[in-house]
């Protein structure tokens, strides 16, 4: 990057080494912390594309001041915006996370080391912590979660989490993605395509990779949260229903 370059903006690549991509629903309030951690990075060799999943708010317009490429997404629903990115992504690693998610500095730089000193990796995910939150629900997610993660990597079950996986853009394909032949998933798009890439190579549940996530997603209770989630991995892991 040039001397006179703004700071804020990724190098303009035709073929970046990695893609960043995230779906975004009426996400002005969030999103502009999100990219200004991602205009931190110490790797820079990546682009950022912001799936506009319908927003009416300023979505993106801010996405854009940052220098992200936008793509537009009419279907509501995550799975349809994740495919969306992940199509139209250009680097050899497609990175995933929120609006509503801070990473720090060296966020790209493990993943992207990760994939290096791995030729036979697919797939990596690491933590969520989460901002502004104390007590029990920073319990549940600095200890009780990470190791629900842990434990389901070591049984050859990985799960990723939206805000904080990657995968090789080549792998990404040969499986289809977030859904099944034309029928896209309802649930647990992100674990679903875990479970697939799992067949296809090595996925590595990284220690050192996170992601700081809001607490909103528990804005409902953490045990009603921890029950709902529990169901749908249940069943998807598990059970091998595919929704």
Known sequence: ???????????????????IVIPARNEGGEIEACLKSLM????RDFEILVVDNGSTDDT???ARRYGCRVVHEARPGVAFARQRGFEAARGEIIA???????????WLELIVRSFGENPDQVGVFGKI????????GQWLA???FTLFLRLNS??????????NFAVRRTAFHRVGGFKNGDRFYTASEDLQLSLKLAREGYILFHRELVAYSSSRKLS??????IWEHTKNYWSVAWLRRTR
Request: aromatic fraction near 8%; hydrophobic fraction near 35%.
């Open 96 to 106: 995933s996370t929120d609006a509503d998610t801070t990473l720090p500095p060296d």
């Open 1 to 19: 990057m040039s001397a006179a370059a703004d700071p804020r903006r990724p190098p303009d690549a035709e073929h970046p080494k990695v893609s």
């Open 60 to 62: 993106e317009a801010i």
């Open 220 to 225: 409902g209770g953490s045990l009603r949260y």
């Open 129 to 136: 912590l989460l901002r502004g939150r104390q007590g029990f």
């Open 40 to 43: 931190a990075q110490r790797f």
């Open 154 to 163: 070591l049984l050859g079950r990985p799960h990723f989490c939206g805000p």
């Open 142 to 144: 600095e200890f009780l």
